[in-house]
């Protein structure tokens, strides 16, 4: 369906809006920008960035790029045949090799990253995230399995994929922060999932399978 005019209009203002956020945090500081100097940069009023941004943190971590459900989407969306381990693994190789934003592979990212680190706030947001994450896979996991509540086996099983997404970015970061180009990074996090994948174990790799639809008639 072609993007309407409203809808494009509100697209552009949301971008302006982070883009400017995102300038000034870097050049000054997450902490000492306010989000009226924000708003008076982009040209629109305080409450404007309020309503697409309800906190300042996701003027940085926007809900749509950093959401607690990421895992637990990626399982859900995939394929027949697929395990849970095996989708996410797809889909950190998909975004290494497209070198997205969301895994903080785009032009400029190390900049960004100086500021995150330098942020209290947007630590502690990244380290509650990861565990939101881990929380609402094993949700999903639990109820794809028909696991008991007391069955830890979902649980453990989110762990290590949680645990593998978080090693995955924190190369990223690590890399990044030590000047390295992007295309460098992603050979070197392509290996790091390669060899991640060897050592997980058939028990995880290969738990929660999809299964193929029953075909009637």
């Not at 971008?15 to 920008?33: H, K, P, W």
């Not at 895992?71 to 497209?98: H, N």
Request: glycine share 6%; aromatic share 4%.
């Amino acid at each position: 369906m072609a993007e309407g005019l409203r809808e494009r209009k509100k697209r552009l203002t949301r971008q302006r809006i982070s883009e400017t956020a995102v300038r000034l945090f870097v050049e000054r500081g997450f902490d000492n920008v306010t989000i009226a100097e924000v708003a008076a940069v982009a040209e629109v009023s305080v409450n404007t960035v309020y309503n697409y941004f309800p906190a300042k943190e996701d003027l940085v971590l926007p809900p749509e790029e950093a959401s607690p459900r990421r895992l637990a989407d990626i399982v859900r969306e995939r394929p027949p045949g697929q395990s849970a381990a095996g989708a996410v693994l797809a889909r950190l190789r998909e975004e290494v090799r497209e070198r997205e934003r969301r895994v903080g592979l785009s032009a400029g990212f190390g900049r960004v990253l100086e500021m995150m680190r330098a942020a209290p706030t947007l630590t502690a947001r990244l380290e509650e995230l990861g565990h939101q994450m881990t929380e609402a896979l094993a949700a999903v996991l639990a109820q794809e399995t028909g696991a008991e509540a007391d069955d830890p086996l979902p649980r453990v099983v989110a762990w290590h994929i949680g645990c593998l997404h978080a090693l995955a970015l924190s190369e990223i970061a690590r890399r990044t922060a030590a000047g390295q180009r992007p295309e460098e990074i992603a050979g070197a996090v392509l290996e790091l999932l390669d060899a991640a994948e060897s050592v997980l174990g058939e028990r995880v790799l290969t738990y929660a399978v999809r299964e193929e639809p029953v075909c009637s008639g």
